[in-house]
């Protein structure tokens, strides 16, 4: 059973046996920061009939007798325990052996009952469960070892606080006699004062906290030690920088508690810090040597992964986490012109990473789209040991390890929101040595990904999809632990999806044999091409497309175009608005990416292409687009796969034009970062547009009008003012904010954060073009 599914089970309990308050009497033993935290905020949220503690200090008793919190105190536990059916233990480490006794002498005197929930809040577990059977002969049913993951540098009664625990973990350790109630019931404490309760097994808690935790603290203590053993200690102390109180904050900590929990998690503490001396000794080797290029890969390794895990745990995006809750406000404007250059290709900034960290030598990229999605895959490659420089200004210098030069990450790869991240590198991973893990945000968390892991394990990879509906994250097992190499296969594509396809050409790069994938339609080709640009061949038979196992990448100059899914919003924009006149600098214009172009001609838009050139293997282009009167139409299906990322603003400009609009086989919109089939229909209906949702398209009655002498008559709103949800979806967030240009009030949308998955500085660029888009942070 998962932890997931394991705490989800005592919560299920916990409310089966659900009472009010939860428990007759606590008894808190020792009143320190943590024991008389967690009894206040037992007393605040009114979780037991009474609280009595033990303490030998009497004055915090009293005197918590005298604020309300206690309804009795003692120094001595016998006096005081009849009638617990909670104990909580919040004494330092090696004191608990001796309350275990006090314990069982009350219980063996009928004082306590034998099912009574003895839990404490120590930050280590091994030694913990080690006293207690040193003390009991049969561990008590009710014995739950715990660790609330929250704490203070202060120490002592005073310091309390009845919040401490709000957001935080709280480990909970199940022992084979513990009874699943007093499991039940204790997380439901925990949950009640606003933690979150995580199972775990003690000895492998005690070696997390040993590196979280324990070594931090050893560290910060013998720092300040260190400081303060030389001679001119004043000096030093008094011109300090922040980073020395950044470092040692935690070094005001309480000595005894510290000293405990040393020598109770010795074997861990020791572990870790052999490990962080082999660290320490390196990067000081590397200052020595002067090692300009291993310490700034270490430096920048270091840097990302503290950004990157925060995000990760929180499962949060890579920037900016000022925007996690903001929101658009924009007032109706109606017209909008200037030349403009959009940011990188999301799908080509993707593969240089990939490709440049596989290839021989170094790859510079220029136009690098610093967006998160991409961010995601540049961190997953710097996890794999690569040394991956910038990104400055959308350069990148990426120093290739070659196709077997790939590390093991130590932890799982995280990829933000990006489908694309996620499945190309699964196709990579299979092929790898090593084991892996591949996690997202709840997002993407929760789209298919049985399209990859089935064919890859066709040609012999060793993946699940541990999500519950075939879904991430995915666990991939070596090939050392496999024994073979993966097998070329030839696999006919159910859907047109450039990931599936560039997934299985990747692992193909390793696979023995030839391995052949077959679209239904064309998809983007930007894999094949890129693959072809680092001089790996690549067969392109129609439709088929093929590579042979064993070759070797080339290292080179990627120059990445603007975003042609990314101009779509500004193509939309001028397209549906007043004597507009807009032109887009050198946008990608790969024919397997210009479905928007093809379905806004037919849909009448002016549009013209100047400038034709090729960058770095793909075709780029001046793209100017005038406001015109749109006609409603039927999307041909061949041109889904070629705008499959357009739709949501394509169902703005359709909303505008004359007449219906009619798309089908888009059933693939279904499955992106929301269902975007229902989220755009739920938008466009809040905002007056007349729309009807089929299995796997969208007709929508487009509001648009001739004037008598056909002049174009874009002034009229189409759409009324509302509050929008863009249910994280990057897309939708921002073609809603597209419509405001024919609106007749304002516009709200909310959850605009992921727009800096694919757009960073869209509201900027919208507003320098005439729109009137206000960030509102909550
Ligand atoms: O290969 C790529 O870079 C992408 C392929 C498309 O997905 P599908 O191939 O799954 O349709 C697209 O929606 C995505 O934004 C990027
Ligand atoms: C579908 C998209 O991206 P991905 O699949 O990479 O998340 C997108 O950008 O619209």
């Not at 086989?665 to 229902?678: Q, W």
Request: aromatic letters at 4%.
């Amino acid at each position: 059973m998962s932890s997931q599914q394991k705490t989800q089970q005592y919560k299920n309990l916990a409310l089966l046996n659900a009472q009010s308050p939860l428990f007759n009497q606590v008894c808190v033993i020792g009143l320190g920061l943590i024991g008389a935290s967690i009894a206040q905020a037992i007393k605040n949220n009114g979780l037991a009939e009474r609280i009595v503690a033990v303490d030998r200090h009497e004055p915090s008793l009293k005197e918590a007798i005298q604020h309300g919190l206690l309804d009795a105190g003692s120094v001595v536990l016998s006096e005081i325990v009849s009638g617990s059916d909670l104990i909580i233990i919040a004494v330092p480490a090696q004191a608990v052996q001796a309350v275990f006794i006090d314990i069982k002498n009350a219980m063996d005197s009928g004082l306590l009952a034998t099912d009574c929930i003895i839990t404490d809040v120590c930050s280590t577990k091994v030694n913990i469960i080690d006293a207690a059977k040193a003390v009991f002969e049969t561990l008590p049913v009710g014995l739950v070892p715990a660790h609330p993951i929250a704490g203070a540098e202060n120490s002592g009664y005073h310091a309390r606080r009845a919040t401490l625990f709000v957001n935080h973990s709280v480990i909970i350790c199940e022992l084979p006699t513990t009874s699943h109630l007093a499991i039940a019931k204790l997380s439901q404490l925990w949950e009640a004062v606003g933690a979150s309760v995580m199972p775990m097994e003690a000895a492998h808690h005690d070696a997390i906290l040993a590196h979280t935790s324990h070594l931090p603290h050893l560290l910060a203590f013998n720092l300040v030690e260190q400081l303060a053993s030389h001679d001119d200690n004043l000096d030093m102390f008094r011109y300090a920088a922040g980073g020395f109180r950044d470092f040692t904050r935690i070094a005001a900590s309480d000595p005894k508690m510290w000293h405990d929990i040393f020598f109770a998690n010795q074997s861990a503490i020791i572990s870790a810090l052999d490990e962080y001396s082999v660290y320490l000794s390196d990067i000081r080797q590397l200052i020595i040597d002067k090692n300009s290029t291993a310490l700034m890969g270490l430096l920048g390794r270091a840097q990302a992964a503290r950004r990157h895990f925060g995000h990760m745990l929180a499962s949060t995006p890579y920037t900016d986490t000022s925007a996690m809750s903001a929101s658009y406000n924009i007032t109706p404007s109606n017209t909008v012109s200037g030349t403009i250059t959009i940011p990188g290709d999301k799908s080509i900034s993707h593969r240089s990473i990939m490709l440049g960290s596989l290839a021989t030598g170094v790859t510079h990229v220029t136009g690098f789209l610093e967006g998160e999605d991409a961010l995601a895959t540049l961190q997953a490659f710097r996890d794999m040991g690569v040394i991956i420089e910038g990104p400055d200004n959308g350069n990148l210098t990426i120093h290739g390890v070659g196709m077997n030069g790939l590390k093991p990450s130590k932890t799982p790869l995280y990829m933000g929101n990006s489908g694309t991240s996620m499945r190309l590198l699964a196709g990579i991973l299979a092929a790898q040595a090593f084991d892996s893990v591949l996690t997202g945000d709840t997002s993407l968390n929760k789209r298919p990904m049985e399209r990859i892991a089935a064919p890859l394990r066709q040609m012999g990879a060793v993946i699940q999809s541990t999500g519950q509906k075939g879904t991430a994250p995915l666990s991939i097992t070596g090939r050392d632990s496999v024994g073979t190499p993966l097998q070329g296969i030839e696999y006919d594509m159910p859907v047109a999806s450039a990931q599936i396809k560039s997934c299985l050409l990747l692992a193909g790069l390793w696979a023995e044999g030839t391995t052949t994938v077959t679209q239904p339609e064309v998809s983007r080709d930007h894999t094949e091409r890129m693959l072809s640009a680092f001089g790996y061949p690549v067969t392109v038979d129609g439709n088929r497309i093929s590579v042979e196992g064993g070759g070797t990448l080339k290292g080179g100059d990627i120059a990445v175009p603007a975003d042609i899914s990314s101009a779509a919003f500004f193509m939309v924009a001028a397209a549906i608005s007043q004597d507009s006149e807009l032109t887009l600098k050198q946008v990608g214009i790969n024919p397997t990416r210009t479905g928007i172009i093809d379905i806004l001609k037919l849909m009448q838009a002016d549009i013209s292409l100047s400038n034709e050139t090729h960058v770095g293997g793909e075709p780029v282009a001046d793209i100017t687009i005038r406001g015109s009167n749109l006609v409603g139409i039927e999307i041909p299906e061949y041109l889904v796969p070629l705008a499959i990322d357009e739709f949501p603003v394509l169902f703005i400009a359709a909303s505008c034009a004359q007449g219906r609009t009619i798309l089908t086989g888009a059933k693939e919109l279904r499955v992106k970062e929301s269902d975007r089939i229902a989220v755009m229909a739920e938008g466009l209906q809040t905002l007056g547009v007349d729309c009807t949702v089929t299995e796997d398209g969208l007709i929508i009655e487009g509001k648009g009008t001739q004037s008598q002498n056909s002049d174009i008559n874009n002034s009229q709103p189409v759409f009324g003012g509302g509050d929008i949800v863009s249910h994280h979806d990057h897309r939708i967030a921002m073609s809603f904010a597209v419509a405001s240009l024919r609106a007749s009030q304002q516009i709200s949308i909310e959850g605009i954060e992921t727009i800096n998955t694919s757009f960073p500085g869209f509201a900027e660029l919208a507003n320098q073009i005439g729109m009137s888009i206000d960030v509102v942070s909550a």
